[in-house]
């Protein structure tokens, strides 16, 4: 297929100005193969007013990446509850164009994963895409973006997943990621590239460890055969492990770099800088450890685990000047180490 089936879907949690923004932006790209599910994590900002005005076109969209099209509102919404039955479905899947969201409401914030998995079950259930791109609601996509990892989808048979170069928001022409890989002995993931202005320097289609789970272009044979993301995590390398699941069935992930997007990075958990974020990153390094690492690795991690655990809490405390990212180490330190 020349144009494949693409079920985008996008998480929003009390962000519904990241979110219109992402969306205005996908409704101007030159794909028309695709369809949005935009599943909303309990949000408690008004976000589904908001994203219905947007749709309606009332509230429109101001960017420094591109016009607001109002000719092409109104945008139908398709609204459901997560638990939603193949018997309440009305939407005909054979008459869908781009205009069109499907807008599902969890009753709880699921998580990163949690929240991705509603929507992704929705697709595979009703939409038969033959991809899912996982997007994040703090990007902007170029207009050429989807198309170009389409275009290279086949570049090689054992491709299962795909992403784009990633800039920085508010820097860009600064790469933020062109692809990802696994720091084993400090259980990170580094991207490549990241703080580096764009001058070429990763111009070439490459394999990657993984890519970041901000703009991840999935088979939906791959799903199929690995099943979702696994939800234990929450937030934080759920995309790393859904990776090395892949691969352990024989795909492989490809960094594309004439695809193009800007992240606001950390938007919704805050990485280190917030205690939420600080939490889960600190607690699910161990549980991905635990599954992942070689036995050497592992005992190098351990080492280095101990040396920091004392430092760390410090020095971050100190550096955003919070007491409560003290705690909430430690507190995801005791969640990693105990965690089934």
Request: aromatic share 14%.
């Amino acid at each position: 297929m020349n144009c494949p089936r693409v079920s985008i879907v996008i998480l929003n949690w009390n962000g519904w100005e990241d979110t219109i923004e992402c969306l205005e932006s996908l409704f101007q790209i030159n794909y028309s193969n695709f369809d949005v599910v935009l599943v909303d994590n309990a949000s408690e900002d008004d976000s589904i007013n908001k994203i219905r005005d947007y749709c309606s076109g009332i509230l429109p969209v101001e960017s420094s990446f591109f016009n607001y099209n109002p000719h092409n509102k109104p945008i139908t919404t398709y609204e459901y509850n997560e638990t939603f039955k193949k018997d309440e479905i009305p939407l005909k899947t054979e008459n869908l164009t781009k205009k069109h969201i499907t807008l599902i409401k969890n009753s709880e914030n699921r998580g990163f994963p949690g929240g991705n998995n509603v929507g992704i079950k929705f697709a595979l259930e009703f939409l038969y895409p033959d991809y899912i791109l996982l997007l994040n609601n703090d990007t902007v996509v170029d207009e050429n973006f989807l198309q170009e990892l389409i275009n290279n989808r086949n570049t090689r048979d054992d491709v299962g997943i795909l992403g784009p170069k990633i800039y920085f928001y508010d820097k860009p022409q600064t790469i933020w990621s062109a692809g990802c890989k696994i720091s084993w002995k400090f259980s990170r993931g580094i991207q490549i590239g990241t703080n580096e202005t764009d001058n070429g320097q990763y111009d070439e289609i490459d394999e990657v460890e993984y890519v970041s789970g901000s703009a991840f272009l999935i088979k939906t044979e791959v799903i199929k055969k690995i099943g979702l993301m696994d939800e234990n995590y929450f937030l934080y390398f759920e995309e790393s492990d859904w990776t090395l699941r892949a691969n352990q069935e024989g795909f492989k992930s490809l960094y594309i770099p004439t695809s193009h997007i800007w992240h606001k990075v950390s938007r919704s958990g805050g990485g280190i800088s917030k205690p939420m974020g600080l939490y889960y990153i600190t607690r699910n390094r161990w549980i991905f450890m635990r599954k992942w690492a070689k036995k050497n690795d592992f005992l190098v991690f351990l080492l280095i685990q101990i040396i920091l655990a004392i430092l760390i809490p410090i020095f971050l405390s100190l550096y955003y000047n919070d007491k409560k990212l003290f705690f909430s180490y430690y507190a995801g330190l005791r969640a990693g180490i105990t965690n089934p």
